[in-house]
């Protein structure tokens, strides 16, 4: 899998979540509406029971109809809107793979071109060399430097090799004062300074060969990947590569500024699935306002002790009515759950694209080999099997170098970006030379030492 493909995975997983949120907002929506507009109802048909004293100002009542048209109305030209804002994202992501998988064949025909000169051919088996002795070279490089610095911290810990050391005990620059000598050469016999004094170069002398090779392969590494990048560059540019980038950039802009022009109207509509709304505030004002702010089921049970036998039907109305609202309201319950659910999941679809949206996990020259394969990953990331780090941790396991010559073919030799040992890079020394401090008295006899030795 090319990190395009990655990429393209992450992008779909994130709009499906989106999508689902996208519907559970809507189902809320509407049964919410549905509520509003039945408590409305039965509002309206409290008034008509003279013993509750409920007036009706006509015009209040006509102006909560017109406020549900212009909700209804408003509701529909965001999701009008929000509907051909999606259209137009989805057109200019399929053609940003399109520009994406032309990326991917162009380079690959440059790659053929640059296998074509026996010169950059050599070039990129150098490279490949270079690379593949650097990365094995890592674990052993990580060994000898945690082993050295292990080592020489006990060298540093003993007061008397320290105090013989500051003043140059055994060098030309000793300076003894009278009757010095004497004591420094008792203090150099208690802590074997001269043995100790000579494992401590080693030691030295080891962790500085070490940073040298290290970076003496990193330097030759890069100055290959110098020169081979320039005959890349021109390789890229005979087949016509950096207008496409180009385009690829243009169409990533308009892509970002749809995801953002579509995030501002789902804001707007979440306000409505979530009754946050202007126009279901005023409309939910003026119920209270005819109700005179008492719940309705109240009113009810006031009017059913009423003696009217008109009113009689409009309460066996009302009660039905306010029974269908129970119901309205426990499918909102279930449904505003839901709808927090799809939230969080697109938040979190969102989140692990976001965070490998990265140079680390976009560079080319890496490829994925997965299994299970990145649709079942996703999934168990988003069903909660895996996190963020979990998901990175597969990536990395399956993250392979790809030869230069050999991107985007199905078969090609890779090597495992996490490296090994390998008898071509540096070396620890076993347990030959350099060892561990250790002072002249015989084992446990109250000097001190390093753990194990070289």
Partial sequence: MTPTALSNALESNTRQAEQQL??????????SEQQTRLEHLISSKLADIA????????????????LFEQRERAHGALTQELENVEGLIARRLENLQAVRSNLDRLDSQSQDLLEQDPAVRQLSEQ????????QQAHASYDEIRDECASKLQGYNSNPLYRFLKANHYGTEQYRPRLFQRALDNYLARKVGFRVNY????????????????????????????AQHQQQLDKARETVGMPALRVEEQGLSTLVSEGKAQARSLQAQLADFAQKRDPYLQQIRQGI??????????????????TPSPHDDVLVSDLQLLHARLGEIQQRLHSLQDQALGKRRLYDRAKALEYALRNDHFSDPRHEYQLSPPIEQVLADYMSGLL??????KRLDEGREYVAPRHRGNNTHSTGRSSGGSSSDGFRTSGSSGGGGFRTSSSSGGGGFRTTGSF
Wanted: proline content about 2%; aromatic content about 2%.
């Fill in 127 to 134: 490279l490949d060399a270079a690379l593949q002795a650097e």
């Fill in 51 to 66: 013993s509750l004293q409920l007036r009706i100002d006509p015009m209040r009542d006509l102006q909560t109809r017109q």
């Fill in 387 to 392: 996190d963020q780090q979990a998901v990175e």
């Fill in 22 to 31: 996208r519907e559970a907002e809507r189902a809320l929506y509407a049964e």
């Fill in 288 to 305: 209270a306002d005819q109700l005179q702010a008492r719940p309705l089921a109240e009113l009810i049970v006031e009017a059913a002790k």
């Fill in 198 to 225: 000579a494992n401590e170069q080693i030691l030295l002398t080891m962790q500085a060969r070490n940073e040298t090779l290290r970076q003496a392969l990193g330097e030759a590494r890069e100055q290959l990947q």
